[in-house]
């Protein structure tokens, strides 16, 4: 899920729209500005804006020990899904590629090229399975 910065809404029902689509984050303030996850109640930073690429993810660890896959678009949207694919059982969603597919985000499997929705986690190639997705928010 994608959020605007300083906004805090409730979760996404799967298979719905992102909340909304932020404005691009000046490049002057990118360093600056973290990428955090909501993970049951709370906020935790993943990364900063600046260590991300667009269309390019990396991988970090939760403080649960998981690990997730966070990306940033070339719109300046984040994203942060499992980085597990359940096919495989690699960690290794975060060095897939991104596409789009009707309007919305996805990140291909290396091994296996499913694809996986970056607002929900849902596979796209196989609706029984899905990976988790964590909203986001800029701070």
Not at 51 to 58: A, C, E, H, M, S
Not at 104 to 118: C, H, I
Request: charged share 20%; hydrophobic share 40%; net charge positive.
């Amino acid at each position: 899920m994608t959020v605007a910065p300083e906004q805090l809404p409730h979760a996404p029902a799967p298979g719905s729209a992102p909340v909304s689509a932020p404005q691009p984050v000046p490049e002057s303030i990118r360093e600056s500005v973290r990428v955090e996850a909501l993970l049951g109640r709370r906020w935790h930073a993943l990364c900063e804006l600046g260590d991300l690429k667009p269309g390019r993810g990396v991988a970090v660890l939760l403080p649960d020990g998981q690990q997730a896959a966070v990306f940033v678009d070339r719109a300046g949207r984040a994203y942060a899904i499992g980085n597990q694919d359940p096919f495989s059982g690699a960690f290794v969603l975060a060095r897939g590629p991104l596409g789009s597919a009707g309007g919305r985000p996805y990140v291909t499997s290396p091994p296996a090229g499913r694809r996986f929705d970056l607002t929900d986690g849902r596979c796209l190639d196989d609706a029984a399975v899905s990976v988790p997705a964590y909203t986001v928010r800029l701070r």
